[in-house]
């Protein structure tokens, strides 16, 4: 038997399945569509999208976001319960995407949230999604 | 063109010695000295333009102006006024419509205040509405260079993975 610590208990205790808060600026919504529709269907891991911050184990930040709006997402992160988890979706939150000129919007979404994960990609495919909600479980399970 | 417009022009001319002009069916354009900005603004308003619909600003900046545009509407007419007056843009302070058209003046107001930095003297409420935080200079103006404040502000040059903003 594997002598595992309190807080991989737990860890997995909590993560069976991945409850999501959207914070979407922009395009991130529209291009993300596809995940919660039939063909790829994110429900069927246990991925839900919830109503609030308060509820979730994962927030999901896509699109560039302005001066005005990381001062929201600030607020939503910090009404999210502890283990959480920030995916950043997209190259506008990598780098500003096609905005890394604009004078009102982040560059370096890192600078302002703690982000476990970037997902890179304009917009980022679907298995990409999937791949980096596998990755919160694996290191669930790696978790001793 | 209709009889409305004609006879309509014809009245502005007259009444304030100003050069307007009808545009196509529906549409007249005057332009007009500032100070004479409300008295017009006024004198419209009771003939029936009750919709402020937009005010906005061009940037003319070789000649140091700053043109606004007022575009007015009447619902019974269903003629839309273009009033436009020039300002020095250095010093842009013209008197508010706030006292005329009230809500529907203010927020646009407000708006070219922030990015315009044109100062409307009467509106009350001037608060920044779009930019939180915001140190430089009003962006929308055509000296701004929002390029270089991009670099100063979010860029590091000796990043060696930033240095292609530099190029």
Same mark, same amino acid.
């Given at each position: 038997?594997?002598? !595992? ?6 860890? &997995? ?23 919660? *529709?039939? &063909? ?7 991925? /839900? ?23 929201? $997402? ?9 283990? &959480?988890?920030?995916?950043? +979706? ?19 979404? #890192? ?16 298995? $990409? ?16 | ?20 002009? /009808? ?16 008295? %017009? ?13 937009? /005010?906005?600003?061009? #940037? ?19 003629? +839309? ?7 020095? &843009?250095?010093?842009?302070? %013209? ?14 107001? !407000?708006?070219?205040?922030? +990015?315009? *930095? ?50």
């Amino acid at each position: 038997m594997v002598k !595992r610590s309190e807080k991989a208990k737990t860890m &997995r205790k909590l993560i069976k399945a991945i409850w999501i808060f959207n914070w979407f600026n922009s395009c991130g919504f529209a291009e993300l569509v596809p995940l919660v *529709g039939s &063909r790829w269907d994110m429900e069927r891991f246990g991925m /839900i999208i919830v109503g609030t911050p308060r509820h979730a184990d994962v927030l999901f930040i896509a699109g560039y976001q302005t001066q005005k709006s990381i001062e929201r $997402a600030k607020r939503v992160y910090e009404q999210m319960a502890e283990p &959480r988890v920030v995916i950043a +979706l997209g190259s506008c939150t990598m780098t500003g995407g096609m905005y890394w000129d604009s004078y009102n919007t982040i560059k370096k979404l #890192d600078k302002y949230l703690p982000i476990t994960m970037y997902i890179p990609g304009c917009p980022p495919r679907p298995e $990409a999604v999937f791949e980096a909600c596998e990755k919160i479980f694996e290191h669930v399970k790696e978790l001793k | 063109m209709t009889k409305k417009e004609n006879q309509l022009l014809k009245e502005i001319n007259t009444k304030f010695k100003t050069k307007g002009r /009808i545009q196509r069916e529906h549409r007249i354009w005057v332009t007009i000295n500032e100070k004479k900005l409300t008295e %017009i603004c006024k004198w419209l308003k009771e003939k029936g333009f009750e919709h402020l619909s937009a /005010i906005s600003v061009t #940037d003319w900046l070789e000649q140091k102006e700053y043109e606004l545009t007022y575009h007015l509407w009447s619902y019974d007419d269903k003629i +839309l006024i273009t009033v436009k007056t020039r300002i020095n &843009r250095n010093k842009p302070i %013209i008197e508010s419509v706030t006292s005329i058209w009230g809500e529907s003046a203010q927020i646009h107001e !407000r708006e070219l205040h922030e +990015l315009f *930095g044109v100062k409307f003297k009467g509106n009350k409420d001037l608060l920044p509405l779009f930019l939180e935080n915001w140190q430089g200079p009003a962006p929308f103006r055509k000296d701004f260079d929002w390029r270089d404040y991009v670099r100063e502000e979010f860029y590091d040059k000796k990043n060696e993975r930033e240095k292609v903003y530099y190029d």
